[in-house]
């Protein structure tokens, strides 16, 4: 396929993807924080806390209904750019994006009408439930549409029909319980519960920066700083456990994450430094220019074992007989095995040689488990970009880091001590809201970026999976998208900036 094509495709999903994460973190957590403050309201009946759940109750409206219209895009791209891999898998993929529609989505965009026009017309506890249900509803989403990534990351609980020449789902418990799933899905709402909960104590710190309605500032900062502190112990959490499975299930994601070219026992993290540009599998270079690691800690990180071997991108690439690591060269090998059975197999059962569509068929099966690889053209394809993996993974943790400080500082000095005379703080908490939407993309790019080449993990390379169409009209889409979601985005902007100026006085 035109490479050219390829990478536009790429380029096209990758646009809509950032642009679609921008809005999904703070619904993902805004709806609980929402959900939270609501409850205080009809426990304690405190007119302040219901003025306080409306304000932010509109700003979660304004940015659910703009991620609603990316949202919808992006899956209709899996039909139009990418129809090989709907093709491939699309029995496997399809089945929870199905899920998500029929149940998560319309549960939430069900309730959220009661949530957001129902003050008046149902009755308190009512309400809340419709507002928990909105919350629920919208984390559902992201499980549904997290499972389907999770298998695309470690494809189970499915089975490959010839005849067909697509994947056929066998076990629809296996894809939703894999634990890589299950640690994505985590540790993806995780970072959309820190986001939403900077977004909430940052725009709180702007108010008590102006000494602007200081009561309502001080409590959505209280619930803000100890949603957001819980946020990121649990996101530390189900980091590790992401970290491990990525160790297990994709070891050269991993490699590249820490531009970790020899593979070596007791491995450390790197924990600041900075890539050699001009290292590559094939030569000596130092693969870095300054470093700082951390002994131990790749290797703690990725198998939970101080003294593990962690192998690197040699390792994976070249093989490893002593480790018993397989080279990416066999695996091609036994991939074009893979593909040329199925050829074979289609041939004899066209031509009506049940023994020789049989022999071909186990041949298949055997190798299948390579198959992408047989499309694979150089064993040094399988690397993914290793310095936009490397420094979005680094990014992602220092940022992280800061984020879990900064809502200990928030939380101790918005009860102990009166926050507004530390004004240094509070802009750091305002500050830190462009760094959440940053830490949260980075993430995003490990994942993805992390991966590559494939849109399947060794089932399907990116350039199979996309579909045979004119260059041009993928480019004209692509602008057009770019010109699209920006607007939305600085509609959004203005939209939210409009209302945080006017306060929560103004919703009342």
């Known amino acids: 396929m035109e490479e050219h094509l390829v990478d536009w495709s790429r380029a096209q999903f990758a646009l809509t993807a950032i642009y679609h994460f921008l809005f999904v973190p703070l619904t993902l957590g805004l709806g609980f924080i929402v959900a939270i403050m609501e409850t205080i309201y009809v426990r304690t ?29 992006m899956e209709f791209e899996f039909g139009t750019n990418w129809a090989n891999y709907s093709w491939f898998v699309g029995d496997i993929f ?19 009408a009661v949530m957001f026009f129902g003050w008046n017309k149902v009755g308190k506890r009512f309400h809340l439930v419709s507002t928990w249900l909105v919350a629920v509803g919208s984390n559902l989403s992201a499980l549904w549409i997290l499972v389907a990534n999770g298998w695309m990351q470690y494809p189970v609980g499915m089975t490959f029909n010839p005849d067909t020449v697509r994947n056929e ?51 959505s900062m209280i619930v803000g700083a100890t949603f957001g502190f819980v946020a990121s112990l649990f996101l530390t959490l189900s980091g590790d456990e992401s970290a491990h499975q990525v160790a297990l299930k994709q070891p050269v994601k991993l490699a590249a994450m820490e531009g970790l070219y020899e593979g070596r026992e007791s491995a450390g993290i790197v924990a600041v430094g900075i890539l050699n540009g001009d290292k590559n599998l094939t030569n000596d270079l130092e ?7 951390i002994p131990y800690a790749l290797s703690l990180l990725g198998y939970h074992d101080a003294n593990a071997y962690v192998p690197g991108l040699r390792d994976l690439v070249y093989g490893n007989e002593e480790r018993g690591i397989i080279s990416t060269a066999e695996k091609m090998r036994r991939g074009r095995i893979a593909v040329n059975a199925l050829e074979a197999y289609k041939e004899a059962k066209k031509g009506g040689d049940i023994l020789k569509a049989a022999e071909a068929k186990k041949l298949l099966d055997e190798n299948m488990k390579y198959f992408g690889y047989g499309h694979i053209k150089a064993a040094e394809d399988v690397v993914p970009p290793i310095a936009l993996t490397f420094y979005t993974f680094h990014i992602m943790v220092t940022l992280g880091g800061w984020f879990l400080l900064l809502f200990a500082l928030l939380l101790f000095y918005v009860t102990k001590r009166d926050i507004s005379a ?19 993309e980075a993430g995003w790019i490990v994942a993805e970026v992390g991966r590559q080449p494939w849109a399947i993990q060794d089932l399907m390379p990116v350039g199979i999976a996309a579909t045979k169409i004119a260059t041009t009209n993928v480019q004209i889409s692509f602008w057009l998208f770019a010109i699209l979601f920006t607007l939305l985005l600085i509609a959004e902007i203005r939209i939210m900036t409009k209302q945080i100026k006017i306060g929560p006085e103004g919703g009342h």
Do not use: C, Q
């Open 94 to 112: 399809g089945a929870p994006l199905a899920v998500e529609g029929i149940l998560a989505f319309f549960m939430e965009s069900t309730f959220f």
């Open 169 to 219: 789902m066998t076990n629809f418990w296996e894809v939703l319980f894999s634990p890589v799933a299950i640690s994505k899905f985590l540790h993806t709402i995780g970072s959309g519960y820190m986001v939403s909960a900077l977004f909430v104590t940052g725009i709180s710190a702007w108010y008590l920066l102006r000494n602007r309605d200081v009561l309502f500032a001080k409590r």
């Open 422 to 440: 530390y004004p240094l703080l509070l802009r750091s908490a305002l500050w830190s809201i462009p760094l959440g939407y940053i830490a949260a």
């Open 287 to 293: 693969p870095y220019h300054f470093e700082i690691e």
């Open 45 to 73: 009946g405190s007119e302040e806390w219901k003025k306080i759940t409306k304000f932010w109750m509109t700003l979660f409206a304004i940015n659910f209904a703009i991620g609603v219209a990316t949202g919808l895009i």
